[in-house]
């Protein structure tokens, strides 16, 4: 497989996107991005381990990508994150969200926004390393294996 270059700055060139101050962006659009990044890395180791049924790889990636699983990673990393980074992950917990958990709790809904958040402001900064090795280690933390 043809390894990318800097997806991000791929895309901003690509678009012609303007630069925007990231720490002004509210908790829960990074969170709407940080979901999607958290599932990319997800869904790339899952599917750079073998070639399987799509049925197979779902499965899989269901048991990483949910809010209790993602709540249980960022208690786990919490002793790992700097002081911005555990700034932007309470305020991604602690943002109002329109929408309710469907199969978590609320506090677990809640703690996987941050993680989200916290995602989403890694990768818009341009720190996708970071936030690589957050989730690497989140699952390390909590005895998993992919």
Not at 6 to 16: G, M, S
Not at 65 to 79: F, P, S
Request: overall charge neutral; aromatic content about 6%.
């Amino acid at each position: 497989m043809e390894k990318s270059v800097n997806l991000l700055r791929q895309i901003e060139e690509a678009f012609a996107c303007k630069e925007e101050d990231i720490r002004t962006y509210s908790p829960l659009t990074l969170a709407y991005i940080g979901d999607c990044i958290y599932d990319v890395i997800i869904r790339t180791v899952v599917v750079e381990r073998g070639n399987r049924s799509v049925n197979q790889l779902h499965k899989t990636v269901v048991r990483y990508v949910n809010a209790g699983t993602q709540a249980r990673m960022i208690e786990a990393l919490q002793e790992y994150l700097t002081e911005e980074e555990q700034g932007i992950y309470r305020r991604g917990r602690n943002a109002k969200s329109s929408s309710t958990a469907k199969n978590a709790s609320v506090t677990d809904y809640r703690k996987a926004t941050g993680m989200e958040a916290l995602l989403g402001y890694l990768y818009l900064k341009d720190e996708m390393g970071r936030a690589i090795e957050l989730v690497k280690r989140g699952i390390g933390c909590l005895g998993m294996e992919i």
